[in-house]
């Protein structure tokens, strides 16, 4: 079966960095896909990833790792704006998005 | 970027009543529509495929007949949950795929919020 893992839950402090894992097991890969959701909104779109390596984006990084199922999100310097639910999501071999349950980030002052 | 709308953006009905969301794509055209159901603190779930033109693909486990979905132009799908009942309640969300862009480009509506009492 297809299967994506990614902590339920964690917590950190404004101004440090944090790294949500992800891992993954899927029938085919065409990319993986980081998603910010806050409490009663849709996703909204941080990263995509289909080749080894690392993507860097402002605040906001995203590994991967293809021989070993795995990708990371990387957040620096955070923000109380940065408090919400992230998802992990990869394309399989039908394009279909397979999503992660999330990992629901908690900033404290 | 992309835009996709959705409306209502939340609604509120009896039990046994019909309520029908649409999902358009306001500045692109969209061969494919994916609707999507998240029930509190969990992920999505994906319940269906939209197809311009032809009749949607639905995820096992999930009613075709409860769950309509019409895809009648490149901008608009629409999604009719019929008899609603409470356990229907839930965030649903749609996202649209570029037509002719790259498989990745898939862009999320702001979801509709149906609470069925």
């Known amino acids: 079966g297809q299967n994506i893992d990614q902590p339920t839950e964690m917590t950190a402090t404004e101004g440090a960095i944090v790294q949500i894992n992800c891992t993954y097991q899927?029938?085919?890969?065409?990319?993986l896909f980081w998603y910010q959701q806050h409490a009663g909104e849709a996703p909204t779109f941080l990263s995509y990833?289909?080749l080894d390596g690392l993507e860097e984006k402002g605040r906001f990084s995203s590994f991967l790792s293809r021989s070993k199922g795995y990708s990371y999100l990387l957040l620096k310097e955070l923000q109380m704006k940065d408090s919400a639910s992230y998802l992990c999501?990869?394309?399989?071999?039908?394009?279909?998005?397979?999503w992660g349950a999330g990992t629901k980030l908690i900033i404290k002052p | 970027g992309a835009v996709v709308s959705q409306h209502p953006s939340w609604v509120i009905c009896k039990s046994g009543t019909s309520v029908k969301i649409e999902c358009r794509s306001l500045?692109?055209?969209?061969?494919?529509m994916f609707w999507y159901r998240q029930f509190p603190k969990q992920s999505l779930m994906l319940m269906a495929t939209s197809n311009e033109g032809s009749k949607a693909t639905y995820e096992q486990g999930v009613e075709k007949d409860k769950f309509l979905i019409n895809h009648a132009s490149l901008t608009l799908s629409t999604l009719t949950v019929t008899s609603a009942h409470p356990e229907d309640s839930s965030f649903y969300i749609c996202?649209?795929?570029?037509?002719?862009?790259?498989?990745?480009?898939?862009?999320f509506g702001p979801g509709t919020r149906l609470t069925v009492l």
């Open positions: 500045d692109f055209q969209a061969t494919t």
């Open positions: 899927t029938s085919g890969f065409n990319g």
């Open positions: 990833n289909v």
């Open positions: 996202s649209a795929r570029l037509a002719g862009g790259e498989i990745r480009e898939q862009f």
């Open positions: 999501a990869v394309l399989d071999s039908n394009y279909q998005l397979i």
